[in-house]
């Protein structure tokens, strides 16, 4: 870069000194990014694995097969869940048995591993609760499912706000 030579050095080391700080800043942003990024997703897991422990009270075993109980005892539980949940009772097989919340763009319920997973469906993001549940010795399987849409929007502002906010912070340092 022979041009940079001919350039007065308060110059060269204004564009050397934005440069450090554009990397600094960049590094910053994608730490607090990722941060941010894992801890709400720990903070979905910690809730999908409330409702599904919630849940698990709620299930008993009649004439082999699991279902859940009490349900229309309890409208308010039902309407929170409908809002943030969707819970689905499987077979081994892969039957549904019984499904709580009323989401109709939550994935289909199919047996998957025990543990978390993100899943893409319908065009939307979802977090999956997979457990494997025995009750009076009738094996089934509990998903808890979540939209993570809210998540998503959040991690987008946040870089939206990096890619507006680092220029500005490079471009008024330069002017100092």
Same mark, same amino acid.
């Given at each position: 870069?022979?041009?940079?030579?001919?350039?007065?050095?308060?110059?060269?080391?204004?564009?050397?000194?934005?440069?450090?700080?554009?990397?600094?800043?960049?590094?910053?942003?994608?730490?607090?990014?990722?941060?941010? #990024?894992?801890?709400?997703?720990?903070?979905?897991?910690? /809730?999908?694995?409330?409702?599904?422990?919630? /849940?698990?009270?709620?299930?008993?075993?009649?004439?082999?097969?699991?279902?859940?109980?009490?349900?229309?005892?309890? %409208?308010?539980?039902?309407?929170?869940?409908?809002?943030?949940?969707?819970?689905?009772?499987?077979?081994?097989?892969?039957?549904?048995?019984?499904?709580?919340?009323?989401?109709?763009? /939550? %994935?289909?319920?199919?047996?998957?591993?025990?543990?978390?997973?993100?899943?893409?469906?319908?065009?939307? %993001?979802?977090?999956?609760?997979?457990?494997?549940?025995?009750?009076?010795?009738?094996?089934?399987?509990?998903?808890?499912?979540?939209?993570?849409?809210?998540? #998503?929007?959040?991690?987008?502002?946040?870089?939206?706000?990096?890619?507006?906010?680092?220029?500005?912070?490079?471009?008024?340092?330069?002017?100092?």
């Amino acid at each position: 870069m022979p041009y940079l030579s001919q350039l007065p050095l308060r110059i060269r080391l204004t564009i050397w000194f934005l440069f450090a700080l554009g990397i600094i800043m960049l590094l910053f942003a994608a730490f607090v990014y990722w941060q941010t #990024e894992r801890n709400m997703l720990l903070q979905a897991n910690d /809730a999908l694995g409330r409702a599904g422990n919630q /849940a698990l009270i709620n299930i008993q075993a009649h004439n082999g097969e699991l279902r859940f109980q009490n349900i229309e005892n309890n %409208p308010d539980a039902l309407r929170q869940l409908d809002d943030d949940f969707v819970i689905y009772l499987i077979a081994p097989d892969g039957t549904l048995w019984g499904t709580l919340g009323s989401d109709r763009e /939550a %994935p289909l319920p199919e047996i998957r591993e025990t543990g978390y997973l993100s899943l893409d469906a319908n065009g939307e %993001p979802w977090r999956i609760l997979s457990q494997e549940i025995v009750v009076d010795n009738v094996r089934g399987w509990v998903q808890v499912i979540q939209e993570m849409e809210a998540v #998503e929007q959040a991690l987008s502002s946040l870089q939206r706000q990096f890619s507006i906010g680092i220029p500005i912070a490079l471009f008024l340092a330069g002017l100092g």
